[in-house]
């Protein structure tokens, strides 16, 4: 069984390094030896160096994710509450995002690389949670739409981008416009009242 002390010297020893060069100068001996251990060990913990950036961006936003991944058990809660806990969720780990990128000494170059690795995870973490959120809520009559699966995906790239603000850099009026603009499309298109989801917490 793989010894989780050293799975989190081999993650600390990749953090370190991302703000002493550039990720693609950064050699999977030089990840070991930063941790303390043989080069030959640290494939029984991670097949690839791509595998320990996956396992740290996971670890740096695994917190704010973790409420979202227990709603779609909790069908004491309204599938729209849950969706809103969910949403900010979302919004929760794009401000640790943010702020790491804005505190980091990392090269653009790699902060674009994490970046796209972050939103990966982000989207496919949540996905699975909210297509189940929606799938309830359209078992109980909440919401009327035909593509769950199809419906999260969509929501949660337009949050992710939009709250990141880096793909496509928009002022605070646009981004507002723009959750507006979706929140009142998951109302049409669910079938609920207008002004069901106003509380969604995406906007503030």
């Known amino acids: 069984m793989p010894d989780l002390k050293k799975s989190e010297?081999?993650?600390?020893?990749l953090q370190q390094l991302l703000e002493e060069k550039n990720i693609q100068h950064i050699s999977v001996s030089e990840i070991a030896g930063k941790a303390g251990i043989g080069k030959g060990s640290i494939y029984y913990y991670f097949p690839s160096k791509d595998a320990i950036v996956d396992a740290l961006i996971k670890r740096s936003y695994e917190q704010p994710l973790q409420t979202a991944k227990t709603l779609s058990s909790q069908t004491n809660i309204s599938s729209f509450t849950?969706?809103?806990m969910l949403f900010q969720a979302c919004r929760?780990?794009?401000?640790?995002?943010l702020k790491q990128k804005h505190d980091s000494s990392t090269s653009i170059q790699d902060l674009a690389f994490l970046h796209q690795k972050y939103l990966n995870y982000l989207?496919?973490?949540l996905k699975p949670a909210l297509t189940e959120i929606i799938s309830q809520g359209i078992a109980c009559g909440?919401?009327?739409f035909d593509y769950p699966a199809a419906l999260a995906e969509i929501a949660l790239i337009v949050i992710a981008v939009k709250l990141d603000n880096s793909l496509v850099p928009s002022t605070p009026e646009e981004?507002?416009?723009t959750l507006k603009g979706l929140i009142s499309?998951?109302?049409n298109g669910t079938g609920v009242p207008?002004?069901?989801?106003?509380y969604l917490s995406l906007i503030k």
């Open 175 to 177: 981004i507002e416009d």
């Open 185 to 187: 499309l998951l109302e």
């Open 142 to 144: 909440e919401i009327h």
């Open 9 to 13: 010297k081999i993650l600390d020893a």
């Open 194 to 198: 207008a002004g069901t989801l106003e």
């Open 92 to 97: 929760n780990s794009s401000a640790v995002f």
């Open 123 to 125: 989207i496919s973490e």
């Open 82 to 84: 849950r969706m809103a």
